[in-house]
């Protein structure tokens, strides 16, 4: 059974900095992708970052590129974002997900974390 474990949110004023972790369980984490969503409310779900399986690529949603950076330790079966200059409108629920083989479809998801940006 894999499993996703989200922690790191929490409030912070805008401009600030958080630092987003997601733990992956019951797997082999290097066969993994590893994505960032996030849901503010009344919104759908929709796509933050996205690392491959080494490490090697990433890819952003507009919005966040140049303030968010995700990173890997495979090491520790642990994913990373970290987000700078953080504005109200990134205030939402923070998931990750585990795209088994880098296929594209997300299999696994942890349940979030809350990420509250304060003007």
């Known amino acids: 059974q894999v499993q996703l474990i989200e922690s790191g949110g929490g409030l912070v004023q805008a401009g600030g900095s958080l630092r987003l972790s997601c733990v992956v369980s019951g797997s082999t984490f290097s066969l993994y992708a590893i994505g960032w969503f996030r849901q503010a409310p009344g919104k759908e779900r929709g796509f933050v970052a996205r690392i491959s399986r080494a490490g090697i690529a990433t890819d952003y949603e507009d919005s966040v590129r140049g303030r968010f950076t995700i990173s890997r330790q495979n090491v520790k079966n642990t994913v990373h974002l970290q987000m700078n200059s953080l504005k109200p409108e990134d205030t939402a629920v923070y998931y990750c997900?585990?795209?088994?083989?880098?296929?594209?479809?997300?299999?696994?998801w942890g349940q979030g974390t809350q990420v509250t940006v304060s003007s």
């Open positions: 997900a585990a795209d088994k083989y880098g296929t594209g479809t997300y299999d696994y």
